[in-house]
């Protein structure tokens, strides 16, 4: 299963930093990614990171938000700076896992959700 944590209200400019971690009869974890859906939108992809590291954003948050990894840990993390109120969403990390029973063939899982709320 997936377990996000780290969101919150913000003022507008301010930061937050998302965390997600993988947790279970994990064999290996491949691609991970954030998505977000704000009141009344279809989820969007939000940033993506492959297992080794390559990474894509959506054109509405670069050069602002990073995601990253950390492989030792199952967890993906999405660093967002200079946030902006339609950036509030709430977020879902999303990841490709292979657990101990399935070995090569990997299923999605999702986390829960957290809120993101920037405030002008």
């Known amino acids: 299963q997936l377990q996000a944590c780290g969101g919150g209200l913000v003022q507008a400019g301010g930061s937050l930093r998302l965390s997600c971690v993988a947790s279970g009869s994990i064999f290996s974890v491949y691609t991970m990614r954030w998505y977000r859906q704000a009141p009344g939108k279809q989820r969007e992809l939000v940033a993506t990171?492959?297992?080794?590291?390559?990474?894509n954003y959506a054109d509405s948050v670069k050069g602002r938000f990073t995601i990253s990894r950390d492989n030792t840990e199952n967890t993906e993390y999405l660093q967002m700076n200079n946030l902006k109120p339609g950036d509030t969403a709430v977020y879902y990390c999303?990841?490709?896992?292979?657990?101990?029973?399935?070995?090569?063939?990997?299923?999605?899982?999702w986390g829960q959700g957290t809120e993101v709320t920037v405030s002008s």
């Open positions: 999303n990841a490709a896992v292979a657990t101990i029973f399935t070995r090569n063939v990997a299923k999605d899982y």
């Open positions: 990171i492959t297992s080794g590291g390559s990474t």
